[in-house]
């Protein structure tokens, strides 16, 4: 098969019948990227159990970090002389909001790893103005300060979203909504050419397309490889 790479994920999108959603509303403070992606994204069953939240997202790391520091205001306020340097939320219970900056950027979060909710992703408030921003990840047993770049762009973090439902990475809900829609799933061994966009640590995803047998290829890469034609059936 003859599949082309630079298919953009919004076509895929199209191409598996995420069509945009007319309830949806746009969110201002997104990349219109994110914005398009939601809008086909939102009450989608394809995106149930994906790692990013198809809704508008409550919370920046500042608002978590709000939360977790009043949950446990009353003992940092008894043992304010007794706080050590390396308890993670120390440095910012010592500081107003206003100076938290000083200690790390705020993000606005657009995702978690489904139900677990150990990870963390979000996109720096500064950068939201850009077009396609880099995407960072908290893993919940860093320290707040501990934000890594997770993918290179906006585009990679959601052709990994992609990637990782078609996969069935950790759930089967992308082959089973898509099975019941006509769609045939093939494993298959991963293309020689096939043009791997690295992730964090040892992650990788791609996605092709061949128009002509109307299959899409996707492919995610970590400790091992899964690979799968998906053909659309008639």
Not at 38 to 63: N, V
Not at 98 to 113: F, K, R
Request: aromatic letters at 12%.
């Amino acid at each position: 098969m003859a599949f082309h790479y630079d298919i953009s994920v919004l076509e895929l999108l199209d191409i598996l019948g995420c069509q945009p959603n007319p309830d949806y509303q746009p969110d201002p403070r997104l990349p219109a990227l994110l914005n398009d992606f939601l809008s086909r994204a939102c009450d989608h069953p394809l995106f149930e159990t994906a790692d990013i939240w198809t809704g508008h997202s409550d919370w920046t790391s500042y608002e978590v970090l709000e939360e977790r520091i009043e949950e446990d205001r009353e003992f940092y306020e008894e043992h304010l002389e007794e706080l050590e340097e390396d308890d993670p939320l120390a440095p910012f219970f010592k500081l107003p909001k206003e100076q938290w900056s000083t200690l790390v950027e705020n993000y606005l979060e657009i995702g978690s790893d489904y139900a677990a909710g150990v990870v963390e992703f979000g996109i720096r408030e500064g950068d939201l103005s850009q077009p396609d921003p880099i995407v960072y990840m908290l893993h919940e047993g860093d320290a707040p300060t501990g934000w890594k770049r997770f993918s290179a762009t906006l585009s990679d973090y959601l052709k990994y979203v992609l990637c990782a439902v078609l996969c069935c990475e950790t759930y089967d809900t992308g082959m089973e909504v898509l099975e019941e829609e006509g769609w045939t799933y093939t494993e298959c061994e991963k293309p020689e050419d096939a043009p791997m966009i690295p992730c964090i640590f040892d992650l990788a995803v791609c996605c092709g397309y061949d128009p002509d047998t109307k299959t899409v290829l996707a492919i995610l890469s970590d400790a091992k490889c899964k690979a799968y034609q998906i053909t659309k059936e008639g």
